[in-house]
């Protein structure tokens, strides 16, 4: 752990006192977001310290040119940059002709940062004495709304305590914004309008390139006292729109600001109905109020709440680092627009561009399949669809035919955006898990009608993928998978990483499978895609020989699957017999060094044994976690939730523990001492798993629901809900036992610990 | 073949009418340079077509700030850059007010390019009629002098032929010059000092970040009809520094202009002495004459010629390919300044950086000690035990300790430049052809003397390396080597690259060999180096551990050593199936499908073959060859040469010639569709061994020089020179049969075809 300021709270994110060090940090902490734009914690006045400014909408990305010292066939020409958007919560603050900026207060005091998680809103206050003398007290609080989802709202309120003020308020907007993160310097941005009308303003700017038409918008009210002031002036400059209030206060006068901002967005309206559209935002806010929004802000996270929260208790810590990771995902995605997926960074920075990974299928569909609608789960799932054209061309880039499909490493719009030849090209497995994502949600959800629509194509798509990029050896009478990646990215262009064969065959077996029952039972489906597709027999057959001779490392010695071939020529130091001064290895060690070690860093052989861990006894488990455990670094947010959720089902609730507790408070306690730059949101999912999954052994077998529920040592007990089939069940567990309780009409049966439970709805079972 | 407009001639390359779409190739092919500066064959008028500017010194670079898409730790911060200088052959000629500029005359008629490659110079001349109708017969001839080697000379004369006309004549400097190759646009030059005096000027200008201080000069003179013509004008501009002769000349008056130039540098003087030193040198050329200076050049490059020339009979563009081969290398590196190396583009174009890779110890070394001095070749080797400290420093940056020294992939002072991971850090077999070369160099020359002096702390540097890179496999009991490139490049990151674990064990053996005779012969200098570097018999019998114990990946199948470990697994089908379509794959191809295809770049295991020949049997590399050659597809210019000797070896002389020609007129007929970056210098060396090695099958066996003379077929015969421990032989084969000639004083034995033939000095012996 890098940092402890964030005060223990079950239900909000706290800081108290103002530290210029942790300014970066606690915005990205204190980010918030609504599904379709989000911003860090930024400062509404100015401040002239250290800060790093980031507004973003979701969907709006800039193709900046690829940068390379070497340059690769079949490299991608560009690198879909997360771009910093037009601001629209500044507020400039003018005490006595001084700016207030908490930079160069003489003073500050008081000053408190809370997320409410609960309701979904952030807030900040403090009390400060500005350079000349003036003594104020301020209160904002700010949120995006849930409801209206293009719409954000800010309170500010200002009080001077010490003496009258002349006061000046600038509320504006400002495209002059840039990225932290460009290859280029290049310009992202165009403004093409600045219009400022009564109390509200315009700045219409569209991103090169793509073409992006935004609309940022706001209007304002200043009250004193309860009074509205009028505005004074307004400028329409270059890049910026500002209104003007100048006005004098007394000591204890309350100024209120009431700010409403946001986008409107080609993407959802004509671009020529922009400031139309932004206007009847707008409009709406005004009639609702401030209150009301807020209101209904809470409304809308209960709702969310309702169904995704996990109560924990006993640990304080624990809780608030399960809500914030709740949260956050919440925060980036919601599941109503197929076009978007959740970003590594959601809406938190800028850093790895692309918002789409297979962090979103391996870690993040089963969040969100539990947790809510399946919709949601399936707009995941059609997501990928949509970009299967792409994602054939893509693999036809780097050689491959016959409509075989690999979806991209890293993509905004299908394309891949990634530029490392052993990460772009080799680290092929994600096509693994894109398959694995359809089966795993028709397995979850009971949803087969994705499959025969849409899914039945991808999986075609990929397994002809792997079936191209197998390749037969004479020598050894089997196919390998040569020259990859696997999800231990600590190794590069090895052969036969187990995971990844394990996966082709899998992909290849399930398609085949599925296209048998879809033939069997979705003629009209069949017949349209086989009429797309053009699947013969023959190639059926093909496909055959590569799934039932596929090659997998293993060590009779060890009695484990290697993750790829030569793995036990390495010098097989555990990672605990390391100096700890050479840690992490991914700073401390050149490149070289790291990909001929031993070391791990992240479930590779063990996340096959995760997705597919009904295919192997527990003592093969065992057996692999011995193995592979001990060399492996967890140098990536994804790994400690995998190793929780296996170290609990071998019954290691200690081990178990240690890894939820690096996973749930990585940001919060920045673990890897990076939390400035953004949050890790797609492993906030795995922290979930690690609960949902890990202790409480939530599992689907053989079409049932079952659970093995555990608890660690230092908690009282937990909760959770899972929407399994539309059904949804709430787990309690806790030292004094544990309870089951159904919703809907008919009864249902789960099992727990292995055994029967039938549930009667509403009626809560102790087990 | 790419081009074919080059006149074939023993000795000359020529080159006739004027076609702008060939001027950048030519200008890359009729280069220039006396090992201390070179340059592209750029017109001294002005061009406003398509050219690309190159003027070079030896030794000056730009540490220009390293680029790359994704950073790892270790890689360098820069890259040094071959710099474009400022040019000092630019003669403005302007005619009744109109720029002489070929890319905007009505006509060029009778243009005409040669390098005469045994004199040493370069001639151009032409027919124009331009813009204004001005009718103008111009010729050229340029040298940049081996005798005066900071000096280079022009005599441009150019006659009106259909009228008067007023004539403005401009020779000049520029300083104002930029480089095509650069990661950032960084300005490269910083100008301080223009200056003109009387008819000569100086551009003093020096090298951001690296300070090399350079003065660019020249001094002109003008005759007409042989009576000197008045300088009427001149310039110091910002950049520029410009004489002006403005005068009248009638039809068929003869104007000539006498220009010099060059470059003082504070590599050689101090800073303070640059002017000076340049006016010396000015002075020297004015009171030797341009007549004069060329009949140096020609002396001097006969001198050259008289040890380094190989004459082939019967075949006149293999002969012309040869001696363009000679001349390059000649041009390029004289072996004179041991802080210098031979550059891969020499000096004719700017790709790759850097000067020295392993070409240098691989491919040129035999070529220099075979037709110089051996101080020659010494001075190559120098130049790596004066990088030791750098080299120790590279390997402790990636992890190593104790004096281990890994040699950069591509230096210009000793420190890595290269940023690709799998290249910098992987590529680690160049060590080993460090090691391989101060073997060769004694071999060869009988100077035992270099190794206590120098060569044997460079070969314990590179023994403490592979010692400590090999790591001890349980499993198998041996050591291996992981993560490594070999010589293919077209293989990333394998484990167990025969070559290099080969080339390992040796440098190991080797070191401890040379230890024990240093010990025994040189006690003063063991004393030193053990003084110095710590050396500890328990460090010994570590050593020897790993070099006994090493593994060697070995198919018994085919009875072959394998390239690395899993060559077997790939899908084994040869080059000759593959489409045409498909060729070159580095160019249609993505990264990850050259990696996992068997194609071989360039030699690899046969790499091993060529230099450890005499450790194995001739079926051995039959069979080698016949197992590998197949996949490969030489796209590398170092591949035909090797090949073309192993085949000369196994008796396959059609194949041997077919890998001749492709090495030998590599540039001149543009193989790789390239040649306007720039020559192939390097690889040239690699012509002239598969001549000497491979059709003369010269080697050094047990001490003596050995001679397995072999013909293609189309020619009727060859002749070379050999210096062999300060003996000269001189060889001559022809279909008619061989002969061996000494000179010097005392007899000496050589084996011909395996029989002792006694040379008595003076005499030819036939054979």
Redesign the interface.
């Known amino acids: 752990m890098n940092q402890d300021y964030i005060i223990p709270n079950p239900w909000s994110i706290i800081e108290e006192g103002f530290d210029a060090e942790r300014v970066q940090s606690s915005e990205s902490l204190f980010s918030i977001g609504n599904g379709a734009m989000g911003q860090r914690a930024n400062f509404e006045e100015d401040y002239s310290g250290e800060t790093f400014q980031g507004s973003y909408i979701a969907g709006v990305y800039y193709p900046d040119k690829?940068?390379?010292?070497?340059w690769?066939?079949?490299y991608p020409e560009y690198f879909a940059k997360v771009l910093n958007a037009p601001s629209w919560i500044g507020i400039g603050i003018t005490l006595d002709g001084e700016k207030l900026d908490l930079a160069t207060c003489k003073s500050v005091n008081d000053f408190k940062r809370e997320l409410n998680m609960k309701e979904g809103w952030y807030k900040r206050s403090f009390n400060a004495v500005t350079k000349n003398n003036v003594e104020v007290a301020v209160s904002v609080t700010r949120f995006l709304s849930i409801a209206l989802d293009e719409l954000g709202a800010i309170a500010y309120s200002i009080t001077p305590k010490n003496k009258a003020v002349a006061i000046k308020i600038t509320p504006y907007l400002d495209s002059g914004i840039t990225n932290r993160d460009t290859n280029w310097d290049d310009k992202f941005w165009e403004t093409t309008n600045v219009s400022v009308q009564d109390n509200t303003a315009f700045i219409e700017a569209h991103t090169l390139k793509t073409n992006f038409n935004t609309c940022t918008f706001m209007s304002s009210t200043v009250t004193k006292n309860g009074q509205p002031v009028s505005i004074t002036n307004s400028r329409e400059e270059e890049k910026q729109a500002v209104l003007e209030y100048e006005f004098e206060a007394n000591a204890n006068d309350t100024i209120l600001i009431t700010k409403y901002g946001g986008y409107t967005v080609s993407r959802n309206h004509d671009k020529s109905q922009l400031i139309a559209a932004a206007k009847q935002t707008l409009a709406a806010a005004d009639s609702i109020g401030f209150e009301g929004l807020l209101q209904r802000q809470k409304e809308e996270w209960a709702k969310i709440w309702e169904m995704s929260d996990i109560t924990i208790e006993g640990d304080v810590k624990a809780q608030q680092g399960i809500r914030f990771n709740i949260f956050q995902l919440n925060q980036t995605y919601l599941g109503t627009d197929s076009r978007l997926n959740i970003g590594p960074k959601g809406f938190t920075g800028e850093k790895y561009g692309g918002s789409t990974y297979w962090d979103t299928e391996a870690y993040c569909l089963p969040f969100y399949m539990t947790t809510k609608n399946e919709t949601v789960a399936r707009n995941l799932l059609k997501y990928r669809y949509d970009h299967l054209e792409k994602a054939i061309e893509n693999a036809e880039?780097?050689?491959f035919s016959n409509g075989a499909a690999l979806y991209p490493m890293v993509t905004m719009n299908g394309e891949e955006c990634h530029?490392?030849?052993e990460i772009t090209?080799?680290e092929i497995h994600r096509n693994g898990a894109i398959a694995f994502a359809i089966y795993n949600y028709y397995r979850f959800t009971g949803d087969y009608s994705y499959i025969p629509e849409m899914g039945l194509e991808v999986l075609i798509g990929i397994a002809r993928f792997w079936h191209q990029r197998a390749?037969?050896?004479?020598?050894?009478n089997k196919y390998?998978i040569?020259?990859v990646t696997g999800p231990n990215e600590y190794e590069?262009?090895?052969?036969?990483n187990w995971y990844t064969n394990y996966l082709a065959k899998w992909c290849i077996d399930y398609c085949l499978e599925q296209i048998q029952k879809v033939k069997d039972g979705y003629s009209e489906d069949y017949q349209r895609i086989i009429g797309h597709t053009k699947l013969t027999d023959a190639e059926l057959d093909d496909w055959k020989k590569v799934a039932s001779n596929m090659y997998f490392p293993y060590s009779e010695?060890h009695d484990v699957y290697l993750q790829q071939?030569?793995f036990?020529?390495?010098?097989?130091m555990p990672v605990t017999e390391l100096d700890k001064t050479e840690r992490p290895i991914?700073?401390?060690?050149?490149?070289?060094?790291i990909?001929?070690s031993p070391y791990i860093k992240q479930a590779d052989v063990l996340q096959g044994f995760y997705f597919f861990e009904d295919h192997f006894t527990t003592e093969q488990l065992e057996k692999h976690f011995d193995f592979y455990e001990p060399f492996t670094v967890h140098e990536s947010s994804l790994s400690p939730c995998v190793h929780s959720i296996q170290a609990a089902k071998l019954g290691r609730m200690e081990q178990a523990y240690t890894f939820y507790l690096r996973t749930s408070r990585l940001d919060l306690d920045d673990y890897n001492k990076e939390v400035e730059e953004g949050l890790h949101i797609t492993s906030m999912a795995g922290t979930w798993m690690s609960i949902v999954e890990g202790f409480g052994g939530m599992r689907v077998l053989e079409d049932k629901l079952n659970f093995f529920p555990q608890i660690p040592e230092n908690w009282e007990g937990y909760s959770f809900k899972v929407n399994f089939r539309n059904r949804i069940i709430t787990v309690k567990v806790s030292k004094t036992g544990s309870s089951y309780q159904l919703n809907g009409t008919e009864e249902m049966s789960i099992r727990v610990n292995g055994e029967r439970v039938v549930l009667k709805p509403g009626e809560t079972v102790a087990v």
């Open positions: 690829t940068k390379v010292g070497w690769k066939n079949g880039k780097l050689g530029n490392e030849w090209f080799e390749n037969y050896s004479t020598h050894k390998m040569l020259g590069n262009n090895v052969n036969n010695t071939d030569g036990l020529d390495k010098e097989l991914n700073q401390k060690w050149s490149w070289d060094r990909l001929r």
